[in-house]
């Protein structure tokens, strides 16, 4: 295929910005400023990094960061050009909508009217698929599921039965929704007996699940994820949490059973919530960090177990100054020894 070819005017009006010296430069491909090459462009967001940009490069950034005698397009927020501009040079052909003569559809299937769904892929009897949706190879859509309009279903996903898939939803490849929740009680005379699952899981309008993440259907009731929120790949949602819109969670991250985290949360990656914990709106919980007890809105926490930031930094540094400390100690431990011993002698 053919790379889309336009001229840095073009991609100005594109993007919402301005250009800098030459107009007429063609570009065809985004690369990293220090990869830069003839026909490509290059977002830069950090100011600390234009040392480092190669000479000539044309760059995507903010008012007045290009120099004299450079081209470019200068915006108020480059990020948000950028995907402007990702979007129009991408060349991922568009789905056509139909099923595919190797899908395996039930008839007892409801399709709405322009979807794609291609081969392998199996819509289960009952399901329900709403308009513009488009269903990859070998995804699994069970019984009774529901997913929205306008979704995006990728090769291997699993929606187990009765699933509610909102509205605008992407499912990255061999993520699970829907699947049994962790839960046993021990008995001493049968071991460990299973609770059954009888609940489902939803997820609303515009939500996000990265590749191999998983969300557990409730016990009972539903588990939850709110309208917005993007969940990293490798992320484990357990049964009946529930998670509010526009929240972040981030890759290997892990979320305990009927956990409560509220609207416009990060949670960055290898983060963990303990079971029944509620985290507060607007929390952020550092890398690593572990949530023991309920955390409330607005805090910044980190460490493990997770606390106000500012004072596991404290911490933290003072933990770096112990082998200085320790090294100090034995000093002042010999120094008293031969002060003991002298008054000894004197004695």
């Given at each position: 295929m ?14 919402k ?5 030459d ?131 990728e ?5 187990y ?64 994820i ?43 990656a ?78």
């Open positions: 053919t790379a889309k070819k336009i001229s840095l005017a073009q991609a100005a009006q594109i993007v910005g301005t250009v800098k010296g107009p007429e430069i063609i570009i065809s491909e985004v690369l990293p400023p220090e990869k830069a090459k003839d026909g490509s462009i290059s977002p830069l967001w950090e100011k600390k990094f234009i040392p480092s940009v190669r000479k000539g490069t044309v760059l995507l950034t903010k008012h007045g960061w290009i120099g004299e005698g450079e081209s470019g397009i200068e915006t108020d927020d480059p990020r948000v050009a950028l995907i402007a501009l990702l979007a129009f040079l991408s060349d991922e052909p568009a789905p056509q909508p139909g099923i595919s003569a190797d899908a395996h559809v039930s008839p007892d299937a409801v399709i709405g009217n322009n979807v794609s769904v291609a081969a392998g892929a199996v819509i289960k009897a009952g399901a329900v698929i709403g308009e513009n949706t488009v269903i990859m190879e070998s995804a699994v859509i069970c019984e009774e599921a529901e997913i929205g309009s306008d979704c995006l279903i090769p291997g996903v699993v929606v039965r009765r699933s509610k898939i909102g509205r605008g939803c992407v499912l990255h490849s061999n993520c699970v929704i829907g699947c049994e929740g962790f839960g046993f009680v021990p008995d001493p005379k049968a071991g460990m007996i299973k609770i059954p699952q009888i609940g489902i899981a939803r997820l609303d309008d515009g939500v996000e699940i990265g590749a191999c993440s998983s969300v557990d259907r409730a016990t009972f009731g539903e588990t939850y709110g309208p917005m929120t993007k969940i990293d790949s490798h992320v484990k949602i357990g049964h009946n949490c529930e998670v509010g819109a526009y929240t972040i969670i981030v890759a290997q991250s892990g979320i305990a059973g009927s956990t409560k985290i509220g609207r416009g949360v990060i949670m960055a290898q983060s963990g919530a303990a079971n029944h914990c509620t985290i507060g709106d607007g929390c952020t919980v550092g890398g690593r960090a572990g949530v023991m007890c309920d955390i409330p809105p607005g805090s910044t926490v980190s460490g493990f177990p997770a606390q106000n930031h500012k004072v596991e930094l404290r911490q933290q540094a003072a933990l770096r100054r112990v082998p200085e400390m320790m090294r100090q100690l034995h000093e002042l431990e010999k120094k008293i020894e031969r002060i003991e011993k002298a008054c000894d002698a004197d004695a």
